[in-house]
């Protein structure tokens, strides 16, 4: 492991007080760029084996793109179309079943806080007769802010200004349950509105979504489901690189530097600080910003 410099010389935020959703893909894998090649072992192009990937619903690993592309849900909010990924669930069996990760602390989303979870419901498709339900939500985030970052001075960091992409609503948590079911999910909504996608200013779409594959034929009784490529952040975990998706934080600064969406009502999650105790849903994360300043 490479020795990290002094933390006046490192841009560095803390996000163990903050809920920050994240989904590991993979492990054991490393970015394209000959900077980190050269200190992190394993395969740097082409497309990750599945035997690397964790979240087994992912459709592929594409690390020349440093990409995800996971299957796409449709959903609905107030009458208007709605597209939402599957990464985690509470019961060992849904994730099972589901090809997700399987997140017990999920059960405790709702803790001290109900409005964290949606409480959403379930309709049937009426285009097909066995294709998948519509999800109804209750809260939605918009994604037309142009995302900006400023960087402070004399120092880049805390940024003298921080703008995200995306923005919750006061309803919207990226955290669902059904009816009649006690199983939590965690299902980010990364695009809204009906195609063309906008991937570039990202005015309908999540900062980390690259591309909206929609569904299509694919022969006689048979198409190809709707999927999402997303980009992927580098990380280590107990030593080993891994590949990880973030999808929501609950602080403004933290999701712009992230690419992710803004979502206040996440601040509410049990507990500040409680991440290795009883009744907490949260996990401690540690990003570098921008690494190492050369002094």
């Not at 959403?120 to 498709?125: F, G, N, Q």
């Not at 209750?138 to 003298?160: E, I, K, Q, Y």
Request: hydrophobic residues 40%.
């Amino acid at each position: 492991m490479p020795r990290i410099r002094p933390p006046q010389r490192l841009s560095v935020v803390v996000t163990t007080a903050l809920a920050v959703p994240l989904s590991v893909l993979t492990f054991g894998t490393s970015s394209s760029s000959a900077a980190t090649s050269a200190v992190i072992p394993g395969q740097t192009s082409g497309l990750l084996p599945s035997s690397k990937v964790i979240l087994k619903s992912t459709v592929q690993v594409n690390l020349e793109h440093h990409s995800a592309t996971l299957p796409l849900h449709r959903g609905t909010f107030h009458g208007k179309t709605v597209w939402y990924v599957l990464t985690e669930a509470s019961d060992e069996g849904a994730a099972r079943d589901l090809n997700l990760n399987f997140a017990p602390k999920l059960a405790n989303v709702g803790i001290g806080c109900a409005a964290c979870v949606q409480d959403v419901s379930l309709r049937a498709a009426k285009a097909s007769k066995f294709g998948e339900a519509v999800t109804d939500f209750v809260g939605v985030p918009d994604f037309s802010p142009t995302r900006t970052l400023r960087p402070g001075s004399p120092m880049p960091f805390p940024p003298a200004a921080a703008t995200p992409g995306g923005v919750g609503d006061a309803h919207y948590s990226p955290f669902i349950r059904f009816p009649g079911s006690s199983t939590v999910y965690n299902a980010p909504i990364v695009a809204t509105g009906d195609a063309p996608f906008d991937v570039v200013r990202h005015t309908n779409t999540a900062d980390r979504v690259l591309k909206v594959n929609q569904a299509k034929p694919a022969g006689p009784g048979r198409f190809y489901e709707p999927s999402v490529e997303l980009l992927l952040i580098n990380g280590f975990d107990s030593g080993q690189p891994i590949l990880y998706i973030s999808t929501e934080a609950s602080d403004a600064p933290t999701a712009t530097l992230e690419r992710a969406t803004f979502v206040p009502l996440l601040a509410k999650t049990p507990f500040m600080g409680g991440d290795d105790f009883l009744g907490s849903v949260r996990e401690r994360i540690f990003p570098f910003v921008n690494g190492q300043t050369g002094r």
